[in-house]
């Protein structure tokens, strides 16, 4: 039997401020870091010692030695040291020490909103930088919301004097005009994202008031045509619901002084059979000087450690079944040509 190499590295913090960030409440970001790589870690004074078998050991000591440069500034929990433990199992640790970055902006309760991912910065960061961004990836990416702190940044600042928010309204086949009520009424569901986006951002009394000003525009996606949005910050939610034709008309509605964010989950497709806008103009548009596109990905979810654990036990149990599926396939006996297999 092949004896399983065991090493023991130490990872100094420095301080006892930055050993209490990292080992997280009654030591439970240092316990995680333990039961998921299979290691043993203890600390002795401001230093974290780790021992076990020598891959896991490795990703470890790269771990705790990259929240070491993040923790004087950074809060860190067991959702982002599971999220760090990953980007080093993918050889991607570098990578940890970006996550420390300034206030993208402080909602009406004052809570800061930072970028929790490598993806969530790199999207902020071209939004910054770029006056159109498409922002591709799944539920739960943040795209939406950080596309929104942005946009009230933006105005608090001064940048823009106007926020529209815009959205296809196709969601289950449903049509506005079967939908009861007032114009409000029938586009407030598909709309209700964007609205829960902005109160938390404004609070509820700063978010009426811009809205009854006009500094703040709601409105289904057909309501674009015909406009020129100049010195405002436009989103398009939900873009993945829209045609080609529609895409075209929403990204030549830009007028000076404008910045556009186009967000969407190509996964979530609900054109019955038409080709998505949000794909056509993403295939033909990037690399065009100005505009960005930035894809997101599952890692970029920003999710409970037990919630990473049951996708990894559906992937295997995925594996599984296509190994399966497979086997079977190369077992099934071929007909010859006019030949019947018994049981048919």
Same mark, same amino acid.
């Not at 993945?240 to 964010?261: D, H």
């Given at each position: ?13 420095? $301080?006892?401020? +930055?050993?209490? +960030? ?253 080709? $998505? ?46 190994? $399966? ?20």
């Amino acid at each position: 039997m092949e004896k399983i190499e065991r090493i023991k590295r130490t990872v100094d913090t420095g $301080s006892v401020d +930055r050993l209490a +960030r990292i080992l997280g409440t009654f030591d439970e970001n240092l316990n995680f870091l333990s039961r998921e790589l299979g290691i043993v870690a203890y600390v002795d004074g401001v230093k974290i010692h780790l021992e076990g078998d020598v891959d896991e050991v490795r990703i470890g000591a790269e771990v705790l030695s990259s929240l070491v440069k993040i923790a004087g500034s950074e809060s860190i929990d067991k959702t982002k040291m599971a999220y760090c433990i990953e980007l080093a199992k993918e050889g991607r640790s570098g990578e940890i020490s970006t996550l420390e970055s300034g206030v993208i902006a402080i909602t009406a309760r004052g809570k800061q909103i930072k970028c929790k991912t490598v993806g969530q910065k790199t999207y902020v960061d071209a939004i910054k930088k770029n006056t159109v961004v498409f922002g591709v990836g799944p539920a739960g990416t943040g795209k939406t919301y950080l596309a929104v702190c942005m946009a009230v940044s933006a105005f608090k600042s001064k940048q823009v004097e106007k926020i529209i928010l815009t959205r296809p309204a196709v969601e289950a086949g449903e049509k506005l005009g079967f939908l009861p009520g007032d114009l409000h009424e029938k586009v407030d569901p598909y709309l209700r994202p964007l609205y829960d986006a902005l109160q938390e951002m404004l609070g509820l009394e700063t978010y009426g008031k811009l809205m009854e000003r006009g500094a703040i525009e709601v409105a289904p996606l057909a309501y674009m045509r015909g406009r020129t949005l100049s010195n405002a910050f436009i989103i398009l939610d939900e873009a993945q619901n829209t045609t080609k034709e529609q895409m075209k008309m929403f990204l030549t509605r830009m007028g000076e002084g404008s910045k556009t964010v186009v967000t969407g989950d190509v996964t979530q497709i609900d054109l019955d059979g038409k080709d $998505s806008g949000l794909v056509h103009a993403t295939d033909i548009l990037d690399g065009v000087d100005g505009i960005a596109v930035c894809r997101l990905t599952a890692k970029d979810v920003v999710r409970h450690p037990l919630v990473m654990r049951i996708i990894r036990a559906y992937e295997k149990d995925a594996e599984k079944a296509d190994k $399966s599926a497979l086997e079977k396939t190369r077992k099934t006996p071929k007909k010859k040509d006019g030949e019947t297999v018994e049981g048919e």
